[in-house]
Structures are given as C-alpha cells and as structure tokens.
C-alpha cells in the first residue's frame, strides 16, 4: 500500500512540475532589449479596438485600429493609461508613444488563436518629466484575449472592443 502511494506521489510531482512548464511561454530572446534595464511592470486590463473594413473583393474584415487599457502597478494602483498611437501616459503627465522608425518586434502567444502577440515596440519620451521620461522600450507579455473576433462583421466602419490582459514591461538605457 505504501509503495502505491508513493507512485502516485511521483507521478503526482511529475505531472505537476511538466503542467507548469508546458504552461509557462519562456521569454524569447528577441524580445529582450539588449543594454536596457527593466524599471517598471504593470498588469493591463482593456480592450483591443477593431474597425470592419471591405477588402479588395467587397467582403467585410476586421482590421486593428487601438488599444484602450489602464495598467496598474503591483499593488492595484493606476499607473499608466495606454492608448492609440500607441502611447503610454501616466497620471504624473509623463508619456511615451511607438517609435514608429523601428520595426515592432513580435513573436506568437501562447495561444495566438484568442490572444495578442508578445512584443517589444522602441519608443520616443515625451519631453515632460516623469515616470516615463527615460523609457526606450516596451515589452508586452502574457498576453490573454484581443484577437479580432473569429466572425466577420457585416457592414463597414463597425467598431469592437475585445477584452484582453497582459504584462507590460518598461525598460530605461543602462548606465
């Protein structure tokens, strides 16, 4: 009996410990900004905005057009708003928007069906002071929902926000 318990034990551990890693996406290495260090992490709770748009052939296609969310810090505070552009503000007036001179870095997540891409956009500081003043990159991890819807809308210019959340990280130069 003893040693029936202890292989279910193991097999238990086993499968726990095989669970959490298959669960786990590790962070790719191209998304790693190389001479930045990591300064802030917030949680992203929103919306990913789509505009139905006729292709070439009359048919109806969602086609991306803006982020809506507000990041929060690690004790649930309003940290930053991020919107179209897009753009980082936070409450103290410092922002941040795309460098759009430099490709966005993406890779699939876990789940590219239902949720966003990971990514690691190159930004441009605003000139006010703040929290984000130094920031050069964005990175946008553990992504969970935002993919267009799977049906195709009907008519042109309908608009939906499709809920989502993720991890964004914010990154300085490192001295």
Known sequence: MRAMIRVWMAAAVVFALTGSAQAAKPLPAELQPAGYKLVLTTKAKGVQIYKSVADTDGHFKWMFEAP?????????????????????????????????????????????????????????????????????????????GGQAP??????????????????????????
């Open 68 to 144: 809506l969310a507000q990041l929060t810090d690690a004790h649930g505070k309003l940290a930053l708003y991020h919107y179209n552009g897009p753009s980082w503000e936070a409450p103290d007036g410092s922002k941040i928007a795309r460098d759009t001179a430099t490709p966005v870095t993406q890779v699939p997540a876990a789940h590219p069906a239902t949720d966003v891409p990971w990514l690691l956009a190159k930004v441009i500081a605003d000139p006010a002071p703040g929290i984000l003043a130094q920031v050069g990159f964005v990175q946008r991890l553990d992504t969970h």
């Open 150 to 175: 799977a049906t195709p809308p009907t008519r042109a210019d309908t608009r939906v926000g499709v809920p989502y959340t993720a991890t964004y990280r914010f990154w300085v130069k490192a001295p």
